[in-house]
């Protein structure tokens, strides 16, 4: 038995946070439900897929404690199209849930709470506490780039690593799917302990990544935290906890495609590079979405054709004075890349028409991306 009311919005915002997390292939039934535990102070809502766990707190007044299990998917539209303020819910011995909202009434299927996946204990020592606006900004420059089902499993993932000195801390996130790679880095602030590890390095799953990035776009008050132990990585944020397993394999050496900074290099306005690219990959062939790319003194030439369409030429003014370097790109790459640089003035550098390109905005050294040309 478990009796509670809460607020809708406090619900809603509980669910929302949850989508994400609950598993969607139906592998095991309950992890497409949610456990929900009412306690003297509040109510506890729960998602796992195994992997990612996510545990919130939140304000209601419960009758009875007790948990339930319930399909995450079916109370969040519920409560979605719910017009009143206030929802109790009741859950009786044979785990079926009552959600009463005003003159509405639903009555779920739920699953007894005991048959939940208990999310690992957490210590609350060693966290790091992140600037949550700079964090986020880490995420998003570097997540685009990781890789999506890809068959080597380690490229699904994110590269995190920690680097403490006596005077400060630092964390650089790494994103690459073996075509383009991201790296971005910034102070967190406070100094290392003496005498701590000098470097911590783990994997974290792309969809960890991905909901770290919802709940700091949330906003809200409060230092989000960041820890890891031997197989889990640990992130806190006001009330909120998630928790994801580490990735295990060796992550690529990154460091050895970045291009060292000599090479030829092209200096050009983002919005116009950008909006040329579109245009120009219009026509270009479906699936590669390949661009010609060409440096010559001062200018810049993009080039797509297709046999069934045509072709698309555009120019565009750069710094540049340098032997003219003709060389392609899949169109897609180079847009998500200027997707995620703020700075007016991007350079491309690069040593040949096959070696990697390393693109950078004057504004914010500590981004580096390096996309990968094709032959066009």
Request: net charge negative.
């Given at each position: 038995m478990m009796k509670l009311r809460m607020g809708r919005a406090e619900l809603l915002t509980g669910l929302q946070r949850v989508q994400g997390v609950v598993e969607k292939r139906n592998t095991m039934p309950i992890l497409s439900n949610i456990l929900m535990e009412a306690k003297q102070d509040g109510v506890e809502i729960v998602a796992t897929d195994l992997e990612i766990g996510m545990r919130g707190h939140y304000k209601a007044t419960v009758e009875k404690p007790g948990g339930v299990t319930i399909s995450a998917r079916k109370l969040y539209e519920i409560v979605k199209e719910l017009a009143v303020s206030d929802i109790e819910i009741t859950s009786s011995e044979n785990n079926w849930t009552t959600i009463q909202a005003g003159k509405s009434q639903f009555k779920i299927v739920g699953l007894p709470s005991t048959d939940y996946p208990a999310l690992p204990t957490i210590e609350r020592e060693g966290l790091i506490p992140l600037a949550g606006a700079g964090f986020l900004e880490l995420i998003r420059k570097t997540l685009f780039a990781a890789g999506d089902n890809d068959a080597r499993y380690i490229l699904n993932g994110l590269l995190v690593t920690l680097i403490s000195s006596e005077k400060k801390t630092i964390i650089r996130l790494v994103g690459t799917d073996g075509h383009r790679l991201a790296v971005a880095e910034q102070e967190v602030g406070k100094p290392g302990a003496k005498g701590a590890p000098q470097e911590i390095k783990a994997i974290i799953p792309k969809k960890a990544a991905h909901e770290m990035q919802r709940l700091l776009e949330e906003g809200g008050e409060g230092e989000p935290l960041i820890g890891f132990t031997k197989n889990l990585m640990i992130f806190?944020?006001?009330?909120?906890?998630?928790?994801?397993?580490?990735?295990?394999?060796?992550?690529?050496?990154?460091?050895?495609?970045?291009?060292?900074?000599?090479?030829?290099?092209?200096?050009?306005?983002?919005?116009?590079?950008?909006?040329?690219?579109?245009?120009?990959?219009?026509?270009?062939?479906?699936?590669?979405?390949?661009?010609?790319?060409?440096?010559?003194?001062?200018?810049?030439?993009?080039?797509?054709?297709?046999?069934?369409?045509?072709?698309?030429?555009?120019?565009?003014?750069?710094?540049?004075?340098?032997?003219?370097?003709?060389?392609?790109?899949?169109?897609?790459?180079?847009?998500?890349?200027?997707?995620?640089?703020?700075?007016?003035?991007?350079?491309?550098?690069?040593?040949?028409?096959?070696?990697?390109?390393?693109?950078?905005?004057?504004?914010?050294?500590?981004?580096?991306?390096?996309?990968?040309?094709?032959?066009?």
């Open positions: 806190r944020k006001s009330g909120l906890l998630l928790t994801s397993r580490l990735m295990e394999g060796n992550y690529p050496n990154y460091q050895q495609v970045i291009p060292k900074e000599s090479g030829r290099k092209i200096g050009v306005n983002r919005n116009e590079l950008e909006s040329a690219l579109r245009r120009v990959s219009v026509l270009s062939r479906d699936k590669a979405s390949a661009v010609k790319v060409s440096f010559a003194s001062g200018q810049l030439t993009l080039y797509s054709s297709n046999p069934d369409f045509g072709e698309a030429t555009e120019e565009l003014p750069a710094q540049y004075e340098g032997e003219t370097l003709n060389t392609g790109f899949n169109a897609r790459y180079l847009l998500d890349v200027l997707g995620v640089m703020d700075g007016e003035t991007i350079s491309l550098q690069m040593d040949n028409p096959l070696s990697p390109c390393l693109i950078q905005e004057s504004d914010s050294p500590e981004f580096k991306c390096v996309v990968m040309p094709i032959k066009v």
